[in-house]
């Protein structure tokens, strides 16, 4: 009897840790699914505010737009006294020296190297 108690503990001990684990489980897969729908509905609340950003900035960008005159007038000229004009006008520019090239000499072309015939041995028997 002793030994149908003992394996019918180790049944139900296995039994206890089989369960334990399905419910470890379910319990990692309920919580996979709530950060998965946390950032699925972070997203939606962040994608709403950027749309909405995008929407009054292109209203703020039409408004701007519409405030602008469409025309543009010539500017007004005032008149210039002769001294303030002489001030005014650009300097000459120095007449600038040409740079001189420097000689570079020119490289002749390599030569290729002839191709060398390797010697011939002699033998001792005369042709």
């Known amino acids: 009897?002793?030994?149908?108690?003992?394996?019918?503990?180790?049944?139900?001990?296995?039994?206890?840790?089989?369960?334990?684990?399905?419910?470890?489980?379910?319990?990692a897969m309920r919580e996979q699914?709530?950060?998965?729908q946390a950032i699925r509905d972070r997203t939606a609340r962040l994608r709403a505010l950027r749309l909405a950003k995008e929407a009054a900035d292109e209203a703020e960008r039409v408004k701007q737009a519409a405030a602008k005159p469409t025309k543009k007038s010539a500017p007004k000229k005032t008149p210039v006294k002769k001294a303030a004009a002489k001030k005014a006008a650009p300097k000459k520019a120095a007449a600038k020296k040409p740079i001189a090239k420097k000689a570079v000499a020119k490289k002749a072309p390599a030569k290729k190297a002839a191709a060398k015939?390797?010697?011939?041995k002699k033998t001792g028997k005369a042709a």
Do not use: F, W, Y
């Open 1 to 27: 009897m002793a030994e149908k108690s003992k394996s019918r503990d180790e049944a139900e001990t296995r039994l206890e840790k089989a369960q334990k684990r399905i419910q470890d489980g379910q319990k």
């Open 117 to 120: 015939k390797a010697p011939v």
């Open 33 to 36: 699914i709530a950060a998965d």
